[in-house]
């Protein structure tokens, strides 16, 4: 398998807005808009409340990329997200790739039908975490901690960013662990399972292996997952 970090040359803009600042992936809204001196340290005096309001707003991610030419022999190429905080709509040369709402895993999309061999553009829109957490909250109302915001419940996010007893209400956003290009042929392992099985003066190791073989039907590729258990 073949592994391109695509960490690097990113840029952030508050949607609605045409100005972009530098963006940092592994990063945060919050973080950039400090280092950028958009923001006030929000941990100062009663500053909680206007980083808050930040978090009432939208914010796009964008980097342009050259395919690299290790992937030009694969037969098919994920764009694998490892974190992605949290309600996200991803982009691909303008091709809607999906739509996110978990903080707490991993993300993947096919696309290697979609690469150009130069100036391919990525584009990560983060929603606004507290106008989904209102929206999803005045739908289904849930109860939660009375130190944090009313519907925190409601999304798969780190629940102390909306506030606890001993943290404010700072419910970042952002790409917050790497982003890839996995290039694969024939056939990957996407995940091995371990248990073990006691006895006296034994213990059995047994495995279990996932694997994604890729089939290729009149050029186009398919993924198909295989278990085999050791």
């Known amino acids: 398998m073949v592994t391109v970090n695509l960490c690097e040359n990113w840029r952030m803009r508050r949607v609605g807005t045409e100005e972009f600042l530098p963006g940092s992936v592994p990063g945060s809204v919050y973080y950039d808009l400090l280092r950028n001196g958009r923001m006030e340290d929000p941990f100062y005096r ?31 190429v994920f764009l694998h997200f490892d974190g992605i905080d949290t309600v996200a709509d991803v982009y691909l040369n303008d091709a809607w790739l999906g739509h996110t709402e978990n903080m707490h895993r991993t993300w993947e999309f096919p696309v290697g039908s979609l690469l150009r061999k130069e100036g391919n553009e ?19 109302p849930i109860i939660g901690s009375s130190d944090a915001m009313a519907g925190f ?19 970042d956003a952002g790409i917050w662990r790497e982003v ?51």
């Open 46 to 76: 009663d500053n909680e409340l206007k980083a808050l309001a930040l978090m009432e707003e939208d914010y796009e991610y964008r980097t342009v990329f050259d395919e690299a030419e290790e992937l030009f022999a694969c037969e098919e």
């Open 122 to 140: 990525l584009r990560v829109v983060l929603h606004s975490p507290a106008k989904f957490i209102r929206q999803a909250n005045e739908k289904s």
């Open 153 to 171: 419940p409601h999304l798969r996010k780190a629940h102390c960013m909306f506030g606890w007893d001993w943290g404010p209400r700072l419910p």
């Open 180 to 230: 890839k290009l996995l290039g694969v042929t024939d056939a990957r392992i996407d995940g091995v399972y371990i248990t073990q099985v006691h006895e006296k003066d034994r213990v059995s190791l047994r495995f279990q292996v996932d694997v994604d073989r890729l089939l290729v039907l009149s050029g186009v590729t398919r993924g198909r997952r295989l278990s085999s258990g050791i």
